[in-house]
């Protein structure tokens, strides 16, 4: 009863309602339970306006019907006088669950507004604090491990309202605290022969049974751009350094998934299984397609659904609640779409626009989907590791655009660039 009221008194304060937000992607949202809403930050396009709204918030009721078709989202202006980052698009992201609080850093700005360092908002205080003056990044995949959040790849460019004339890319994992903003001590890669290709738009999870990262597809940079294959899928080990590759992939339909980037994925609580979900490819059109990779097995499979799929997009966010995947917002070759909010039924494999009680609850079983329980190995994975997923009030966890789930995290590996 008091966290009801605690929520209507922070909803009414901070909020005024709007009856639909612009259709967008690059934003990054996250649910926080003390408010029981979902919070999104930015996305592309840009207002002419330099006073737009960058936090909205849509309502979650845990013993009603939410409808997606026409949702009532509420924006959230913020403190007029205080410090607050720039409108950005396709910035690194993260909530931090248990608590009021969620983090940005990087990403594309707005024309002529100042580059996003490393910024958390808390939703009870309607308060902006920046944390660090880091370079800005812009399409890096991440996943939070406890307070750590992970990040893979990415660019730097001018887009990004920082002072440089190039742009730089990366192809390693580096990390930060990203409740302090401090960046964590970090370890040379062990097997730097073995770094994958400059990188960017790629999605990433945490597996604790592997006690490693998992990066998949993106945009690659060697002698030429291209669209990472489902079949070059890079492992990491945070505690060792070690970068490899996942080995012996194939298709239960016997043909891996397109190549993609501006993806979404999540790990299940079982920590053996990954769920993708659309993403664009080489030449910008978006998929809305889903598919399951078997860690154990190194097998991809189509995922047969009913109901009504969302369009296909990139670059949307994906947030899970209990039983649901909420797909928001995203594009589809420079368009934007109209079904900006769909949720998918992970038990039943159904879309709907009307989902029922979304609410996670401490009471309901996790959803495992079928796997194997060898795991295969790979070098610098730590195997046979605790299969415990450690994710409460919820069936699953993952990151999109992240990404977007908690280890040791005392050793990274440095960031590696270029100048092109």
Request: net charge negative; hydrophobic share 30%.
């Amino acid at each position: 009863m008091m966290r009801s009221i605690f929520s209507a008194i922070i909803f009414l304060v901070l909020t005024r309602v709007v009856y639909a937000i612009d259709p967008r992607w690059g934003q990054g949202c996250t649910y926080i339970d003390r408010t029981e809403q979902i919070y999104c930050f930015g996305g592309e396009p840009f207002s002419e306006n330099s006073q737009q709204i960058l936090v909205y918030a849509l309502n979650i009721t845990g013993n009603s019907v939410l409808d997606l078709s026409e949702p009532q989202w509420t924006d959230i202006p913020g403190d007029p006088n205080g410090i607050r980052p720039s409108a950005a698009s396709r910035f690194t992201f993260t909530g931090f669950p248990g608590t009021d609080t969620f983090y940005i850093q990087g990403g594309i700005v707005c024309t002529s507004c100042n580059y996003n360092s490393g910024f958390k908002y808390s939703v009870s205080s309607n308060q902006w604090n920046q944390t660090n003056k880091n370079k800005p990044v812009v399409d890096a995949s991440s996943a939070l491990v406890n307070d750590i959040l992970y990040s893979f790849g990415g660019q730097t460019s001018p887009l990004t309202g920082y002072d440089q004339s190039n742009t730089t890319y990366r192809n390693t994992v580096y990390y930060i605290n990203a409740k302090t903003g401090a960046d964590g001590p970090s370890v040379k890669p062990q097997n730097e022969t073995q770094l994958p290709p400059f990188t960017w738009a790629s999605s990433m999870v945490y597996s604790y049974v592997y006690r490693s990262l998992f990066i998949f597809g993106g945009k690659q940079l060697s002698a030429t751009e291209v669209t990472a294959s489902m079949s070059d899928i890079t492992v990491v080990s945070p505690q060792t350094g070690v970068y490899s590759k996942w080995k012996n992939i194939r298709s239960t339909s016997g043909s891996l998934p397109p190549a993609r980037w501006g993806h979404s994925t999540i790990i299940d609580s079982s920590n053996r299984t990954v769920v993708m979900f659309g993403g664009c490819n080489d030449s910008g059109k978006a998929m809305n397609d889903l598919w399951l990779f078997n860690l154990d097995d190194a097998v991809w499979s189509p995922q047969e659904t009913t109901g009504t799929p969302p369009t296909p997009r990139c670059r949307h966010s994906v947030v899970v609640l209990g039983k649901y995947m909420l797909v928001l917002f995203g594009g589809n070759d420079g368009t934007f779409n109209s079904d900006i909010n769909v949720a998918l039924d992970m038990t039943t494999w159904k879309w709907t626009n009307a989902p029922t009680n979304i609410l996670p609850s401490d009471s309901s079983p996790p959803i495992d989907f079928p796997n194997s329980s060898s795991p295969q190995g790979s070098e610098g994975i730590n195997e046979g590791g605790d299969s415990s997923s450690n994710i409460s009030g919820g069936a699953i966890a993952g990151i999109v655009i992240g990404s977007i789930v908690g280890e040791d995290s005392s050793s990274l590996c440095l960031r590696n660039e270029t100048d092109i």
